[in-house]
């Protein structure tokens, strides 16, 4: 079965650059999807198809998939991106999560 | 404003059955088609299982984990669709979530979500 792997955890500074990476055998040859889920709330899709943007999520969240590794960057990431971040893919009609990246800003 | 509530969690025994629902509002209902997924207590999503709208002949797609003991429906006269959970087992207790499934340019993804419903399976 095809498998998606994420680092558990990444840390950043707020202002600064954070980036996520999903890894999946040629993950670049299909789309990638990124969903964030703060504590307590529904999971919210913050990047589709590898790096476009849903209305309403802010600019910062960017995409992008090539290789074998799709990454989700947050420029200028800000206190309130803390959250779990899951890449998603599917593998025929089948839905294949990440293990999930916490990411904490301090 | 697209609404997706999930009903019918709850405490329920191993090997016992639950039903959840989940009430769409916002949208044409069966336009769409409609999954579920799951998060157990510190561990990650998991995908359940999906049923695509009747356009796209109604048929449904599980996860292994549940293959042959969750079932998935939906009414779109009532736009409702159902989670229909048998032998439950320990390792199903998670809060299980609705969502709609969006395609765009033949690519599909979760793009609403519910708030979710919690289903403890214990003796």
């Known amino acids: 079965s095809y498998e998606l792997t994420q680092p558990p955890s990444v840390s950043v500074s707020p202002g600064q650059t954070a980036s996520i990476t999903c890894s999946g055998d040629k993950l670049g040859d299909k789309n990638a999807y990124w969903y964030q889920q703060k504590p307590g709330q529904s999971p919210v899709v913050v990047i589709y198809?590898?790096?476009k943007r849903p209305s309403g999520i802010p600019e910062r969240f960017s995409g992008s998939n090539s290789g074998n590794t799709a990454t989700l960057t947050i420029s200028g990431t800000q206190a309130m991106d803390e959250a779990d971040y899951y890449c998603q893919a599917w593998d025929s009609s089948v839905v294949v999560f990440g293990g999930g990246t916490k990411l904490t800003v301090l | 404003e697209v609404q997706l509530v999930e009903s019918g969690g709850g405490l329920a025994q191993p090997g016992r059955s639950l039903r959840l629902s989940c009430t769409a509002s916002g949208f044409t209902f069966g336009d769409y088609g409609m999954s579920w997924f799951r998060k157990a207590p510190g561990k990650g999503l998991e995908w359940v299982g999906f049923?695509?709208?009747?356009?796209?002949?109604?048929?449904?797609e599980y996860a292994a984990s549940v293959k042959g003991r969750f079932t998935i429906s939906r009414d779109d006269s009532k736009s409702i669709a159902y989670l229909q959970m048998n032998s439950l087992k320990t390792e199903d207790t998670a809060v299980y979530y609705c969502?709609?499934?969006?395609?765009?340019?033949?690519?599909?993804?979760?793009?609403?979500w519910g708030q979710g419903t919690l289903v403890t399976v214990s003796s």
């Open positions: 198809q590898n790096n």
């Open positions: 049923i695509r709208s009747k356009a796209f002949g109604g048929t449904t």
């Open positions: 969502t709609r499934l969006i395609t765009i340019a033949a690519a599909a993804h979760f793009d609403y």
